[in-house]
């Protein structure tokens, strides 16, 4: 299947693990182009005029949930936001029910982040407009894994051959799932390292090299993403204290310097500073953070167009 | 009142009987086996074609009743039993109220008696309310008819506890069955910890954390003397351990489910909740290690782990969902699909491993075609082919992760004490 035959329109988003690359691909180059809308003086283009977005967001955001409305708003969508922070199961009404009130109101796309891991296979079941997974649970960040992506391949040119270290809480993070199976697809080699009680079992299975100790991982990277350290899982008892995570797996200059000397450095925040990732790391010159934040919107912007639209011919006039 | 089986293929594992013939049936025992019967004034059916078998003996179901009737009660329940070609079911104790005291256990048995297709057995707690600190009053419960005793559902934290009730419950020779998974280790996990969990970010249940729970009452098992039944073994570790244990003449049997010999945690990869169950499906190695446990006889029983669910309980996020699913009316078709079909297990042995030895290990009358014994038969089919289709079960608990599947082999008649409660398909009771 070429790019050229490849179509995302009506196209659930569910995760990269299912995605194939010409599909990857097309989104890739695709948000290059909306990439430049970004950057206009006036940025409204009337592309998805009269289409609808809901973000559907049972789990506090602010950089994905605000990312996801400039996506459509730019693009001339009318975008909705409902947050509730509780489960439906705490609520009382059911997601499937949640689901079909929104779709009784005529929405094109529901993004949605949820707590419980496989929420957005139950709404691509549940209701026909399109699902765009803003992450559920542990399992999923599908356009932060296509943000990341969109991040290597700009800044090295291609994916293919890369090694890239992914450090850091493995266990429980959706963005190193898509980010495994998004770079592996595009032929990149990925290490993951953390602390071993971070590191889901049998990991390995998924094709990457596992490490329980960063440096080793460090060593000679292109690319090192380091993903943020939740605090909870102190008090679940997976590591004993942030003082002693930052001192074995924090990534400071001298770790960095372990890696290529041009070792592209990301992190999908929020960051905590001094823990998982020290402030000079943070804000060197190798450090594409800020990038993946604009990259995030032009990839959202990018998926919008796609699942609603389906070609590749972007109507810029404003 | 007498009824002829005419012509089919009798297999009684129990006395070693596999022969072309017929059975009759008289004021609800079985009268004769073997040659031709003339009919007489006895209602003839047909079994030609078909396997004459000891009605099939399920020894882990979840009627829901009293207390949880959204997701079953006596009657759904047993119709689903008839419907599957199970004569007699042990129906599970963790209801609301639990089923702790002899009034509970006379209860159950008396509206069984009253609204039941089948035979109704039933399985008494082991501790008071399930929760696993006091005892409950086993010799009570025994004496109104329980015929095991367990906290299925929950395992029993404290060693302590459970030896008690190994020790107390062996005075009346009272069977414990014990859900063997260690909560500390599983307990906040969804689905089997391999592989598979880790691709989908969901909490693993270790295999682990049942071979060390399995360990554990083994242990306590041999130690006491008493006799212990575990359920659903899942693990390739516990089907070792109880193999060694057996080796040794500690007085332990084991069941396996069906979904546990047939499906692996690659069904999960879809997040259905259907697939959601406890102790969760397991990885490739496991089913190998679980097939071959049954086959040697370290595993005595095939039982279903029938657990069905409201509607509304189990149309939610993986997560959220309970664990189990109805398994009455797929466990003869699917065990003779992917046991028998596939070569692995000869018709004898699965009947031994669904009707004899379940009688065996809880002690009840039946399991055999001898003269004499009750007349709870099952004719089935083993080449009828069918497809899964849930919205006809007659189960309250309409999912299932067998969902759709094509099968070879179905019950085509049961028969309680005499009386044909299920033909071709349709209950009668």
Known sequence: MTKAQVSLRGKDILGLRTMSVPEIELILDTA????????????????????SVVN????????????????????????????????????????????????????????????????????????????????????????????????????????????VAIIGDILHSRVARSNIWGLQKLGAQVRVAGPRTLLPRDIEQMGVKVYDRVE???????????????RERQQKGLFPTAREYARIFGINPQRLALAQPDALVMHPGPMNRGLEISPEVAYSEQSAIQEQVKNGLAVRMALLFLVLMGGTKIETTA | MKLLLKGGRIIDPAQNVDLVGDVLVQDGRIAKVGGQIDPGDAEVLEARGLVVAPGLIDLHTHLREPGLEAKEDIGSGTRAAAAGGFTTIC??????????????????????????????????????????????????????GAVALSDDGHFVESARIFRTGLEYAGMFDGVV?????????????????????????????????????????????????????????????????????????????????????????????????????????RSGEHVEALLAGLKDGTLDVIATDHAPHAFEEKDVEFRYAPSGFAGLETALGVVLTELYHTGKFTLPELIDRMAAAPARVFGLEGGTLKPGAPADITLFDPNQEWRVDSSLFYTRGKCTPFAGKSLKGKAVATIVGGRVVMKNGEVRA
Request: glycine share 10%; proline share 4%.
């Open chain 1, 32 to 51: 290059r182009e909306m990439k430049h809308i970004i950057d206009r003086d006036i940025k409204k283009v009337p592309t998805l005029r009269g289409k």
């Open chain 1, 56 to 163: 559907l967001f049972f789990e506090p955001s602010t950089r994905t949930r605000t990312s996801f409305e400039l996506a459509g708003k730019y693009l001339g969508a009318d975008v909705v936001n409902i947050t509730t922070s509780a489960s439906s199961v705490v609520k009382g009404e059911s997601l499937r029910d949640t689901l079909l009130t929104v779709e009784a109101m005529g929405v094109d796309i529901i993004v949605m982040r949820h707590e419980a891991e496989g929420s957005a296979h139950f709404a691509a079941k549940a209701v026909k407009p399109v699902i765009i997974n803003a992450g559920d649970g542990a399992h999923e960040h599908p356009t932060q894994g296509l943000l990341d992506l969109f991040t290597v391949k700009e800044k090295k040119g291609s994916i293919a051959g890369l090694q």
């Open chain 1, 216 to 230: 080793p991982a460090l060593e000679g990277a292109d690319v090192v993403n380091i993903l943020r350290l939740q």
């Open chain 2, 91 to 144: 129906c599970m104790p963790n209801t609301r109220p639990v089923i702790d005291n002899a009034v509970l256990v006379a209860g159950v048995t008396q509206r069984a008696g009253l609204e039941g297709a089948v035979n109704v057995r039933v399985i008494g707690a082991l501790t008071k309310g399930q929760e696993g600190k006091e005892l409950a009053e086993i010799g009570d419960m025994i004496a109104a």
């Open chain 2, 177 to 281: 069955v014990s859900h063997a998974e260690d909560e500390s280790l599983a307990g906040d996990g969804y689905m089997h910890e391999g592989a598979v969990s880790a691709a989908l970010g969901l909490r693993g249940r270790p295999a682990v954390s049942e071979d060390i729970a399995v360990a554990r009452d083994v242990m306590l098992a041999e130690y006491t003397g008493a006799l212990l039944h575990i359920a659903h073994v899942s693990t390739l570790g516990a089907v070792e351990i109880i193999r060694q244990a057996k080796r040794r003449g500690v007085r332990v049997t084991a069941e396996v489910t069906p979904h546990h010999l047939t499906l692996t945690d690659e069904a999960v990869l879809g997040f259905d909740p259907a697939a959601k169950v406890h102790p969760p499906l």
